[in-house]
Nanobody, 120 residues
Framework: QVQLVESGGGLVQPGGSLRLSCVAS????????MGWYRQAPGKQRDLVADITSGGTTNYADSVKERFTISRDNAKNTVYLQMNSLKPEDTAVYSCNALVRTNYGLRFTKWGQGTQVTVSS
């Protein structure tokens, strides 16, 4: 079983910054794509950004030029640097990954998520 643990959330003022981390653990042969998602109250969970094992990135239009996704393959960790935060960014941020294990190629279960609140 693969486990994901997110951290780094908190309360910040508009314009502030946060850096989120997501660590994958378990018996993993390869981690292909890793991604960050967010879900605000009353809304669906949406993709924020993802990154392939080769470093190719993809961002939601709402966070382009403000957020940066990166990964450390040696640590099985994906990061999300969030700058110029807006109240609209308030949500629970969760990570997910496409991995290969002894059970095959599949998406991981969601981590517990980390709360990001942007408010004055």
């Amino acid at each position: 079983q693969v486990q994901l643990v997110e951290s780094g959330g908190g309360l910040v003022q508009p314009g502030g910054s946060l850096r989120l981390s997501c660590v994958a653990s378990g018996s993993i042969s390869n981690i292909y794509t890793m991604g960050w998602y967010r879900q605000a109250p009353g809304k669906q969970r949406d993709l924020v950004a993802d990154i392939t094992s080769g470093g190719t990135t993809n961002y939601a239009d709402s966070v382009k030029e403000r957020f940066t996704i990166s990964r450390d393959n040696a640590k099985n960790t994906v990061y999300l640097q969030m700058n110029s935060l807006k109240p609209e960014d308030t949500a629970v941020y969760s990570c997910n990954a496409l991995v290969r294990t002894n059970y095959g190629l599949r998406f991981t279960k969601w981590g517990q998520g980390t709360q990001v609140t942007v408010s004055s």
